[in-house]
Structure formats: C-alpha cells, structure tokens
C-alpha cells in the first residue's frame, strides 16, 4: 500500500531539512572506548573521565561490542554525537 493512502504519511512543507551522505562502506570495529549515556567516556573501573567525551562507531557505549554492526550503528553515532556534543558544550 503507498505511504499516502496509508493514511500515516504527512506533507513535509517546512524545515528546516537536513542530510547526511551515508555511503556504503566496510568497517570493522569491535570494541571500543566505553561511554556512559551522555557520551562522556569511562575509564577501566567505569567512572566518567573528566572533559572527555565521545560518539561515533568507536565509542559505542558497549552496545554493539560482540559483534561487527554494519550500517546499523549509523543511528546511534548520530545520536550519541549529538548528545555528547551538547553535554561537551554543557561544560
């Protein structure tokens, strides 16, 4: 069924409208550093370390450690990129 008959489909009319070029790559990181959920990076005992933040596929907070991820944690970079860059700028 099209998205508009649907009935869940909504005209986009204003914006502002944004976009990131995602393309298709092979990467393989397994591991990481360890962040906390405001991207603030953890040392080996798990505190935060003071002024040290990231986000990014190798910083991914322990959720996809075991396994090689593809393009599923492009969401989670952007996300987690943005939330430890307002909680950098919040210093």
Same mark, same amino acid.
């Given at each position: 069924?099209?998205?508009?008959?649907?009935?869940?489909? *909504?005209?986009?009319?204003? #914006?502002?409208? +944004?976009?990131? &070029?995602?393309?298709?790559? +092979? $990467?393989?990181?397994?591991?990481? !550093?360890? %962040?906390?959920?405001? #991207?603030?990076?953890?040392?080996?005992?798990? &505190?935060? %370390? &003071? #002024?040290? $933040?990231?986000?990014?596929?190798?910083?991914?907070?322990?959720? $996809?450690? !075991?396994?090689?991820?593809?393009?599923?944690?492009?969401?989670?970079?952007? %996300?987690?990129?943005?939330?430890? #860059?307002?909680?950098?700028?919040? *210093?």
């Amino acid at each position: 069924m099209p998205h508009r008959e649907s009935g869940r489909g *909504r005209e986009a009319s204003e #914006g502002p409208w +944004y976009a990131v &070029k995602c393309p298709v790559v +092979y $990467f393989g990181t397994v591991g990481g !550093l360890c %962040i906390d959920s405001t #991207g603030a990076v953890q040392d080996a005992s798990g &505190k935060p %370390i &003071k #002024g040290l $933040f990231a986000a990014g596929e190798n910083a991914n907070g322990g959720l $996809f450690n !075991l396994s090689y991820v593809g393009g599923r944690s492009m969401p989670v970079c952007l %996300i987690m990129g943005r939330i430890a #860059g307002a909680s950098a700028a919040a *210093r």
